[in-house]
């Protein structure tokens, strides 16, 4: 698997290490070869920008990989083999017999057909449909995603992001006294910290209604003037007793095109606990705050008042908790997605 990060990035485990015991299992043997190494990202996270030495560094280890591809008997390309370089080196695979898997969780072909740079739209606007178009095989992670791909390839598959439901244990919601705080969970990463930003007008009117505290799991460091902001570091290992520390998740989105193609991974990964949700409509948010989970919001007044709703009422809280983790169990976890995953792979490689 050519991946764009390492086991860092939660695409990478949740959307194929999280596979890799039962590739094993089935005689299959996956081997991870990231573009960008954990030094990478451990250091542009930190600093919020990247060393051009390094970014060097691992496009000459991505082109040695693509160099011993030949070896394998199947390839996954995720997202980008080789960002903002031209589409040749995907079709370079195929003149070569090389057959190729392509997955993607995000919409990254409006990094090139969204672009404020002239250059990169007239160059490389069309770069993701020709690696699309070669696959043997699409894996996308939302029905947005999927019905880019099908432009140019039938062969696509909805592949959400999912979760091991085993792994997750049930919060149990109480009666929050008044003078307590309601906790309102959030988990990403730097990039992804701007989404919350924009939100901490609306957490700021309702801390000044009732005690409030955001934990804001993976974030850069944030501060409001009502309420309590718990910032903390994301750890694989302290993800699930983080998550179950709050009382409500949420993800806001903006409605531009790069947010429309978010696979909802952080709505899953609460539903998963028990949490019940807040969300903004867009892309894939919509299609899984349903069935009494949680709150789809459009502005401040309508988070305030799911806010309000759910810290109110720990029954509700349950309700919905137990009601998504249902959904998730059905719909988004290894259980239900890994038989599909595994056997497409296995046609594949049954065709050499």
Not at 66 to 75: G, H, I, N, T
Not at 118 to 144: E, H, P, T
Request: charged share 20%.
């Amino acid at each position: 698997m050519l991946s764009k990060y390492d086991s860092l990035a939660a695409s990478v485990r949740q959307r194929f290490q999280l596979y890799a015991p039962l590739f094993k299992e089935n005689g299959i043997e996956l081997k991870v070869s990231p573009l960008f190494d954990r030094q990478y990202l451990e250091y542009r996270f930190r600093n919020n920008r990247v060393r051009p030495g390094t970014v060097l560094r691992c496009y000459w280890r991505r082109f040695r990989a693509l160099l011993s591809a030949s070896k394998w008997d199947l390839v996954i390309i995720h997202c980008d083999a080789l960002p903002y370089v031209p589409s040749w080196v995907e079709s370079l695979l195929m003149k070569r017999g090389i057959r190729y898997v392509f997955d993607f969780d995000d919409a990254i072909f409006h990094q090139y057909d969204e672009s404020s740079n002239l250059i990169v739209r007239w160059m490389l606007g069309n770069k993701v449909a020709k690696v699309i178009r070669s696959a043997a095989l699409v894996f996308a992670g939302s029905d947005y995603l999927a019905e880019y791909a099908k432009r140019t390839n039938e062969n696509v598959i909805v592949v959400p992001t999912v979760v091991d439901t085993d792994q997750f244990p049930l919060k149990s919601h109480r009666e929050i006294p008044p003078e307590d705080p309601v906790v309102i969970g959030w988990i990403g990463s730097p990039s992804t910290t701007t989404y919350l930003s924009d939100l901490l007008p609306a957490i700021e009117a309702f801390a000044r209604t009732r005690p409030v505290k955001l934990i804001a799991i993976g974030a850069t460091p944030l501060g409001i003037k009502a309420g309590t902001v718990e910032n903390r570091d994301w750890s694989e290992e302290t993800e699930i007793p983080d998550l179950l520390d709050c009382d409500i998740g949420i993800m806001p989105l903006t409605d531009v095109p790069w947010a429309r193609g978010k696979c909802a991974f952080k709505l899953i990964q609460y539903m998963a606990c028990g949490l019940p949700v807040v969300a903004s409509p867009v892309g894939a948010n919509v299609e899984v705050v349903q069935n009494n989970v949680g709150f789809l919001a459009n502005d401040d007044q309508q988070w305030r008042s799911a806010f309000q709703q759910l810290a109110d009422d720990a029954n509700l809280r349950n309700e919905m908790g137990q009601s998504g983790r249902r959904f998730v169990c059905n719909r988004f976890s290894l259980q239900v997605t890994g038989p599909t995953v595994l056997n497409s792979l296995q046609k594949l490689m049954d065709v050499y």
